[in-house]
């Protein structure tokens, strides 16, 4: 072996050695997704610690769950179960953030999750005002039913943005319209709420006009897709509750959108018969 070969290798040996000195693991049961992690329920003031503008940010996060907790007790989890996933998830992901001293990227994600709890709250007053969302019977087909309702609900809230001064579909939402009612068909039982969103740029009346002609496009395609119109439910909430607050080309673009919520309804045919309708055939507009 000549010498530069064993120069070689012993600098092999050392930054090998290094790496593996470097690794860090987390304490035991906290690895893996941040989104999956759900043994946060830390203080908002730790004992003996010197206050500062984390804690501001822990005491804002005991509110957003607060908030969570209060909507599921109400019955959030059945009438928009996929919406409850994804705001527990966005709230177990916070906690990592806050764990890891990510205070930035923390902030951001509670001014996140303040709008779309302040949106599910509207939603869910509006479905509770003309119906009571049940709780279905556990098991696999209930499994099943929950692993389609946020698959639709991902598919169907991502690339939904749209042009200044437009109601028209972007291409790739069309797709992800397209999958969605394809995978609907199988399941008659779930049913879609979709609301349009504009940006601050218009009056109120217009916002809330071209917002409700967004709403009512997604509708449409969906139809052309294959689904019942009495399937989809539209809404219109205009300019409020902005996902972003700002007035740059990119948070704008954000907040000119279509939100999906997806409703599983829980009553089987025979029960519906006997007592009229499920929940979500009652709030049907």
């Known amino acids: 072996m000549d010498v ?17 000195a470097c690794t860090s693991y987390p304490d035991n049961g906290t690895g893996g ?5 759900v043994g946060s329920d830390f203080s908002p003031v730790m004992p003996e610690e010197p206050l500062g503008p984390e804690h501001g940010l822990r005491f804002d996060w005991k509110l957003t769950k607060l908030h969570l907790d209060s909507l599921i ?5 059945w009438c928009f179960p996929a919406a409850v996933l994804q705001a527990q998830e966005k709230q177990n992901r916070i906690a990592r953030e806050l764990e890891g001293g990510l205070w930035i990227d923390a902030a951001n994600d509670i001014v996140i999750q303040r709008k779309k709890l302040n ?7 509006y479905v509770l005002s003309q119906a009571t969302c049940a709780p279905p019977a556990k098991g696999a087909a209930f499994d099943d039913q929950m692993s389609v309702v946020k698959r639709i609900y991902n598919l169907l809230n991502v690339d939904n943005q749209f042009a200044y001064d437009s109601i028209e579909v972007n ?7 397209a999958e969605a009612a394809n ?4 399941y008659p039982n779930i049913r879609l709420s979709v609301t349009g969103h504009a940006d601050a740029t218009g009056t109120k009346e217009y916002n809330e006009r071209i917002a409700k002609g967004r709403a009512q496009q997604v509708k449409r395609y969906l139809t052309i897709f294959g689904l019942a119109p009495n399937r989809i439910d539209t809404h219109s909430l205009g300019e409020e509750l902005p996902l972003y607050e700002g007035n740059t080309p990119g948070v704008m673009l954000t ?10 309804d829980n009553y089987s045919a025979t029960e519906s018969s006997h007592t009229g ?3 979500a055939d009652k709030g049907a507009q």
Not at 183 to 186: C, H, N, P
């Open 4 to 20: 530069n070969t064993g120069i070689k290798r012993a600098l092999t040996c050392i930054l090998a050695s290094l790496l593996v």
């Open 33 to 37: 997704i941040a989104e999956q992690y």
């Open 119 to 125: 949106d599910l709250e509207l939603r869910l007053d």
């Open 73 to 77: 007790q109400e019955g959030a989890q």
């Open 277 to 279: 309708h499920g929940a």
């Open 255 to 264: 907040n000119r959108r279509v939100s999906v919520d997806v409703i599983a």
């Open 183 to 186: 995978i609907l068909k199988q």
């Open 171 to 177: 291409p790739k939402y069309m797709g992800h319209l």
